[in-house]
């Protein structure tokens, strides 16, 4: 079923969460272990994360270095299938631009087609780690509207391939919005200008970017209703959980700590200490949300289920 489906048919705010794909090597039992114990909360869809490759330098005998490519964790096709499977709950792939040509764009999504996977988020994706800037594959696209447009296209039975007849898909798109604007974005004019355009193209639905000021989450979703978006806008929450987080998630996700959140934190002597402040902002953030209906509250697991669990087991 579809993401859209599920939303609109809900009767009170859903439950939804992410996983990122193990390290390479390890087996889908570690993922069934992160997903376990949230399943009692009866998410209706989970989103797989994908992670594009990375480059390493190896000095070689003759001194010279070179450039190489790994992939440090697994695509989503398989892992989606394999939650399907066991749990019969909707997977939801992330699809990026990066690292993409249409070409192999095409062909994960026929395969995502094959298996009965009919969700996807359609992402740009961020440069790689080596790399300052977003480089798209040159055969690839550069904006995330841009993949959405290949994927509406495939839903009108328009395939890059026309050599042989293919099925039309029927994806739903969902897209990403940013309460605290994307951090390449000029502005939030132009950052919301860009994210209905994303709309207007065919995305479903939005997922947010982690925040931990609903007020923040309210004044974005106001911001966009006044633009004529329309669709369902899910907020994204992330439990604060290690004294390190204060800093590194405003460093890596562009977001702002609230006042209130980060005078707690300077008094949190130990990692236990945040896990337990992270909770209970958490509870607090997800019942507010919940009291204003949100659609859907969808939770960064990080692949650690434990404090999203606690906080869903007061929420939910
Ligand atoms: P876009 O919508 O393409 O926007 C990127 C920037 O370009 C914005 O500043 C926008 O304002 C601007 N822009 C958009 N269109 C145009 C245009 N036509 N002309 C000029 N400027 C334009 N990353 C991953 O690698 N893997 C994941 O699994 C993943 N999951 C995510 C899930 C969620 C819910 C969110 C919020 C983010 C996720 N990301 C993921 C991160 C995301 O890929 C990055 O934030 C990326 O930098 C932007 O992606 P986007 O799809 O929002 O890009």
Redesign the pocket.
């Known amino acids: 079923m579809k993401v859209i489906d599920h939303l609109n048919s809900a009767e009170k705010t859903l439950f939804s969460f992410?996983i990122l794909p193990p390290l390479k090597g390890k087996s889908i039992t570690s993922i069934f272990d992160g997903i376990d114990p949230l399943m009692e909360f009866k998410p209706k869809y989970i989103?797989v994360?994908?992670?594009?490759e990375e480059y390493i330098f190896k000095e070689r005998a003759n001194g010279l270095l070179e450039k190489i490519a790994i992939r440090k964790r697994p695509g989503t096709v398989g892992i989606c299938a394999a939650i399907m499977n066991r749990y019969h709950v909707d997977a939801v792939p992330?699809l990026?631009?990066?690292g993409f040509s249409k070409e192999e764009t095409e062909n994960a999504l026929i395969d995502l087609q094959f298996l009965g996977i009919d969700n996807v988020?359609?992402?740009?994706?961020?440069s790689i780690k080596t790399e300052s800037t977003?480089r798209p594959h040159p055969e690839g696209h550069?904006?995330?509207?841009d993949l959405i447009k290949q994927i509406i296209d495939m839903n009108h039975g328009n395939y890059m391939t026309e050599d042989y007849q293919l099925e039309a898909t029927d994806f739903c798109i969902g897209?990403?919005?940013?309460p605290e604007k994307?951090?390449?974005?000029?502005n939030l004019t132009?950052?919301l200008q860009?994210?209905k355009?994303?709309v207007d193209a065919g995305a479903e639905y939005i997922?947010?970017?982690m925040f931990f000021d609903n007020d923040k989450f309210f004044a974005f979703v106001d911001a966009c209703r006044a633009i004529g978006i329309t669709v369902p806008i899910i907020p994204?929450l992330k439990p604060i959980k290690t004294l390190n987080h204060g800093t590194f998630l405003p460093k890596v996700f562009h977001i702002d700590i609230p006042e209130a959140l980060s005078k707690e934190l300077l008094k949190c002597k130990t990692n236990d200490e945040v896990a337990a402040l992270g909770i209970e902002w958490g509870i607090q953030q997800s019942k507010e949300l919940m009291a204003k209906n949100v659609p859907c509250i969808?939770y960064y697991t990080m692949s650690n289920s434990n404090e999203v669990r606690t906080i869903a087991s007061n929420v939910f």
């Open positions: 992410e989103n994360t994908y992670h594009r992330h990026i631009c990066g988020l359609a992402l740009r994706g961020d977003f550069s904006y995330a509207v897209t990403a919005g940013y994307h951090f390449e974005a000029m132009t950052d860009f994210l355009a994303k997922v947010t970017q994204g969808h």
